[in-house]
């Protein structure tokens, strides 16, 4: 396997579809109204990097980094193609997330993720890397189907 990361291209058929795809699952195991997963049009915000991960050719997963403040940034659209998942490419997404957020110079890195059972393995995932369960950051507020997570960086990097 010879997985690479990459600069998403956010026009590219291909990465709109794993977009989609990303949509799809993130709805079908929340609840509308606490489904906080960036569209398209989200993904192209100039506070978002985005990064596409390829095995060869072939488009696997994707992540970003919102800057949330100068110090403080935010995991988002971390997403491995299902037939991918279990070989630790979500593990290597997350950490260039936090290699580039460590070089931005942020203190701190959160998410949002589900609180259902179809995100345990995202839970396992980031609480591995030293993410810990913390309230509500940024505009979020309290919902019963989020799980909200942090990780100092300066003290794990």
């Given amino acids: 396997m010879s997985v690479r990361i990459q600069s998403a291209n956010l ?32 993904l192209k915000d100039p506070a978002v990097t985005v990064w596409e991960m390829r095995d060869g ?19 988002k659209s971390m997403h491995t193609l299902s037939a991918k998942r279990g070989a630790g490419l979500g593990r290597k997404m997350l950490e260039h997330v936090m290699a580039e957020a460590a070089a931005r110079g942020y203190t701190r890195l959160s998410l949002e993720t589900g609180s259902m059972e179809g995100f345990k393995p995202s839970r396992s995932l980031y609480q591995s890397s030293g993410f810990e369960i913390c309230p509500p950051f940024g505009d979020y507020v309290e919902d019963p189907h989020s799980v909200f997570m942090t990780r100092e960086m300066s003290v794990h990097v």
Avoid: N, Q
């Fill in 11 to 42: 026009e590219a058929p291909e990465f709109i579809a794993l977009i989609d795809t990303h949509a799809e699952l993130m709805l079908s195991l929340s609840p509308p109204g606490s489904c906080h997963f960036l569209p398209m049009d989200g």
């Fill in 57 to 75: 050719e072939d488009l696997v997963g994707c992540g970003g980094l919102k800057e949330l403040s100068a110090t403080h940034g935010e995991i």
